[in-house]
């Protein structure tokens, strides 16, 4: 069944069925929001908002770039829809990002590749055709119009994701490789506020949504972890509540900024390891139920792949997004150690 038409005679409040209904292609068309503004459907779960008068932030926020992790699907649906019905006036330029419908139909992952391994043109690299390499190239190519449309203003872009495993700290936050910019208090105040206090800092470049945004158009941009997978429906939304609440506020208060955190609040790690599988004989050397930021202590023998080993090599090392069936040559889990943020690379 087509789910065009909503109770309001808006194609638009029911974008996410919408796109659902063509996981590969939307033809684009616009409306007018009750404040005056404009929202532009660039693609299928690709939809810009331009406000009639927009204030000094261009934000582009993310969902759904892995089909089964429904939670910030589900947030980005309520704000839209609170956007659409005109609960909440959208102030800022908003690029918003259902990534990847078709995923979503089948309440998986990926289809053939995980589509956040395949930006900063990984999407072009290795000679293969994929649905998610077409997908990524698209979305590089709205994220690219969208940043470029205007200069001298802040740009954001939040990725919203959950984890495949339970987290010992639920909400956290990769903040991609800096290429020498500073870290930012006011994001991380953002983000303590909307509940994500554990900060992961990446220790290098890397093909996803978030280090391409960072990289490219210099924006703040973040991997946001929001909890556990779960399947449509099953969602408790109060566990995101904060983080709903802060992007409401983000983009209808252009005067707003979140209340400064001490940095003490915040759990800082650095990334000391990333364990690649290199074959199908890799294999973990901890059960299956471990959560992430499980530390281990020195020594512990953490994966083998044929001849190769990982040990903890730090007194004690954490870790994250342990994943033994992702494709070879992926990251297979990451390693992290406690550490604070210098004083020196904030800004
Ligand atoms: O729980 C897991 O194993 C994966 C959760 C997830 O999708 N994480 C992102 C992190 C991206 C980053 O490192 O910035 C991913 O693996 O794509
Ligand atoms: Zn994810």
Known sequence: MLLEVNVNGSRLGDFLSLSREHPWELAPFSETLPDGGEIQVWDTGVLCIEPASPADKDIVLSCGIHGNETAPIELCERLLRAIVAGRLPCRQRLLLIFGNPAAMNLGVRELEENLNRLFSGAHARGGRHSRERERAARLEGH?????????????LHYDLHTAIRPSAFEK???????HGAPYSRQQLSFLAGAGVDTILLAHGPTTTFSYFSAHRFGAHAFTVELGK???FGQNDARRFA???????????????????VALDQIRVFRVCQEIIKQSDDFRFHFADEVANFTAFPAGTLLAEDGGQRW?????????????ARVANGHRAALMVVATELPPAQLS
Do not use: C
Request: zero cysteines.
């Open 229 to 231: 997978v779960m399947p």
């Open 172 to 178: 956290f936050a990769i903040y991609p490789f800096p």
């Open 143 to 155: 994220v690219a119009r969208f940043f470029e449309a205007r200069q001298g203003v802040e740009r």
């Open 311 to 323: 040990f903890v090599q730090e007194p004690e090392e954490a870790v994250i997004f342990p994943n």
């Open 242 to 260: 904060a983080m709903e609440r802060s992007l409401e506020t983000l983009i209808s208060d252009p005067g707003w900024q979140a209340a400064a």
